[in-house]
């Protein structure tokens, strides 16, 4: 019996984009690793993904398209042909077109896969051409990509290996033992040589039990201590004038805004003492090279963008960036953009239509949105009921009569509950893609190891289908996987370097190629692509839409959900907790939360509870307690621990609310927008909590 060895790459919303290895038999993947040459990857896999053929071959898969026959989420179904859900879909789409236009379709879609045909070009191409509603995808890092844009021109970062030339690593709002895995054994390496490691969270994460010092702001507060450590930096004269003259715009407004910042007002708005302010901020001074590491989770709040703002100061202030082992280290996105037109072809379709912001889903489906009213929804590669935002006002929403709904997916997810059809999904191993990392500079081909599951199909498979049933004759909308690639990736290297010398053929033979990165520590060059060439500390672009153009901090409460809820005595503003809900260790996202050896290990759902406020409410670990606002309820097992602060509670996401009594911690998060760019803020949600009898 032969067996055929496939590579291919890790789907999932990760900045790692393992290269992965596929053992087939007789069309039967029968073993599952690392691949032990990916440069990355370097032979080993995280918790969550290395069980991926329990995923893929989960009983649960749907295998061929359902039509809905009782009332919404009754989970009474009938098995339908591919050719009557999508004449159903065609037909249901052309009448809605007919009476309200296109744009009353709306498509949603995030991270159930990051690759650059089943999500980036199946994002665009027939949903331009139909007309349809855009969709803001503004769920994860928006404001932090926008702001790291306008401040340095790109979002570029050092290799993982760089971080050996540190001598200090702040990581700041970021958990990367679990969101980031393949650069812990890099900083463990360091640490051993004698780098000092410093978490910033407001939970002792996985990471933080592995630091020299873990530091615990107010969620919230952090562009506050990011200003308050420069403040210091301006009073000790610890900072470097002459890099900040030859290499930024702005000091001299920055500088006179820091006054507003010292440390005894920071102290006070973050609950860290100023004595540890003052420490942080002159060892982060007086160490060389020092990097800050950060990720998205950090600017899901009110304050989001300016957070990472303040934050991209700290090393122009130090003089930082440019040095091997210093600097910031966010995201290697900015290094390769695929060409919009070859990815989207908008210039050959209708204006693009209305814009929705995902983080509104909820109330865009409840009358936020209309002229025309949202009629259709079309969900891919994301499970809003679960994971967005409000989750409660997203279900509501989704059980309108008169709402057609249609989700693509493997499973019978919590949004899959609510529609109306159902179409079965292809995993990674079933569909040819390439996959571009944001933590590394690598491009990975995934060859599809094994047929589909049944009559399961990829999502460019099913914009193929409703193309032809649109009467959408366009070619770019009738391309092999292969083609499309090969178009994207000509069109993107005649204007970008790192591509030099990459092919479709070599990366169908090699399987993982580098990027060509010169320099290669990010503006070793001296070189910010801005429109001033520096580090822009005064935006003048961000003035220019009306933002605050300097880096600052602005309190703002969330409300707990309704508008007066405060006032109405039920939720006392004084008792209010901020809650967290941070990345579980083994989800992503929602992805895997039914895989029953994943869901053991993590648990059962939980919430994190200060042992002062545990005893103020006569709560015990292990009693079911109640959080709720607003917006709703969730019920949670309690976790009293020292590892959160007074006044926080903490609650991971990715839970299926159908396994979870009908609610998961969503029902509680706050969907209005951050500061800058349409951001989610579900780390500014405040909650109530107590015993249930």
């Not at 990345?583 to 939360?593: D, G, K, R, V, Y």
């Not at 009908?662 to 951001?679: E, F, I, P, Y």
Request: charged letters at 20%; a negative charge; glycine letters at 10%.
């Amino acid at each position: 019996m032969a067996t055929q060895l496939v590579r291919g790459a890790c789907p999932h919303d990760c900045p790692d984009t393992c290269g992965i290895v596929t053992e087939v038999e007789n069309g039967r993947a029968v073993k599952f690793y690392a691949d032990p040459d990916h440069p990355i990857t370097q032979g080993w896999l995280c918790a969550k993904v290395r069980p991926y053929l329990n995923h893929v071959y989960h009983p649960d898969r749907l295998t061929y398209p359902l039509r809905r026959v009782g009332p919404k989420g009754s989970g009474q179904w009938q098995r339908i042909s591919w050719d009557e859900a999508i004449g159903e879909i065609g037909s249901r789409w052309r009448a809605i077109t007919a009476e309200h236009g296109a744009e009353a379709i709306l498509p949603y879609s995030y991270s159930g896969t990051l690759g650059l045909l089943q999500m980036g070009v199946v994002n665009g191409r027939f949903w331009n051409r139909l007309g349809a509603s855009q969709l803001e995808r503004t769920i994860c890092g928006a404001a932090a990509e926008f702001v790291v844009e306008a401040t340095l021109g790109s979002r570029r970062s050092q290799r993982y290996e760089d971080v050996q030339h540190s001598k200090l690593v702040i990581i700041w709002g970021h958990n990367p033992v679990s969101t980031a895995p393949h650069f812990m054994p890099h900083l463990l390496q360091a640490r051993k040589s004698g780098t000092q490691v410093i978490v910033i969270d407001p939970r002792r994460t996985r990471t933080a039990k592995l630091a020299d010092w873990h530091i615990a702001p107010k969620p919230g507060s952090d562009g506050a201590l990011a200003l308050g450590m420069a403040n210091h930096l301006v009073q000790l004269g610890l900072h470097d004038e002459a890099w900040l003259v030859a290499n930024s715009v702005g000091w001299p407004e920055l500088k006179a805004r820091l006054d507003e910042y010292p440390l005894v007002r920071v102290a006070a708005i973050t609950g860290v003492s100023v004595n540890n302010i003052a420490k942080l901020a002159r060892l982060y001074a007086e160490t060389t090279p020092a990097l800050i590491k950060i990720a998205d989770g950090l600017q899901r709040n009110f304050n989001g963008g300016q957070t990472v703002r303040a934050i991209c100061a700290l090393p122009a202030m130090t003089g930082q960036y440019g040095r091997r082992g210093g600097g910031l280290a966010y995201s290697t996105s900015g290094y390769l953009q695929w060409d919009g037109e070859a990815v989207g072809k908008a210039s050959l379709c209708p204006p693009p239509g209305r814009s929705v912001n995902m983080n509104r889903l909820g109330a865009a489906l409840l009358g936020e949105v209309d002229d025309p009213p949202i009629k259709s929804l079309f969900v891919f590669g994301s499970n809003p009921a679960a994971i967005a935002p409000n989750a409660g006002r997203v279900a509501e929403g989704m059980r309108r009569e008169d709402l057609f709904t249609v989700v693509h997916e493997l499973f019978m997810t919590d949004t899959a509950e609510l529609a109306d059809i159902v179409l079965p999904a292809t995993s990674q191993l079933e569909h040819t893609d390439l996959h571009k990392g944001y933590g590394h500079t690598y491009l990975t081909y995934n060859q599809p190891a094994i047929p589909p599951l049944g009559e399961s199909k990829s999502n460019w498979s099913v914009m193929q289908l409703l193309a032809t049933e649109m009467g959408f004759t366009e070619p770019w909308l009738h391309q092999s996987a292969d083609e499309v690639l090969e178009e994207v990736l000509t069109a993107t290297a005649v204007t970008n370097p790192v591509l030099a010398g990459i092919t479709l053929v070599r990366l169908r033979q090699e399987g993982t190629l580098p990027f060509t990165i010169e320099p290669d520590v990010p503006f070793a060059d001296g070189r910010f692509p801005t429109p001033s060439g520096k580090v822009e500390l005064y935006s003048q672009t961000m003035a220019e839409m009306g933002l605050d153009p300097l880096p600052g901090w602005r309190a703002e409460l969330d409300s707990g959900g309704e508008d007066g809820v405060m006032l109405n005595g039920r939720f006392p503003s004084d008792q209010a907790f901020t809650l967290i809900s941070p990345a579980s260790h083994h989800f992503t996202t929602s992805t895997f939360a039914n895989q029953d050896g994943l869901v053991a290990r993590e648990g059962e759902p939980f919430v994190e509870i200060h042992p002062d406020d545990a005893a103020r409410l006569d709560i015990q670990t292990g009693e079911m307690v109640r959080l709720e606002n607003g917006r709703g309820y969730c019920d949670l097992k309690a976790k009293v621990t020292d590892g959160v602060r007074r006044g926080v509670v903490v609650s991971p996401k990715g839970r299926w609310s159908k396994w979870s009594n009908g609610r998961n911690v969503n029902w509680l998060t706050s969907d209005a927008l951050g500061d800058m760019a349409g951001q989610s803020t579900f780390h500014s949600s405040r909650v109530w909590l107590r015993c249930l009898d």
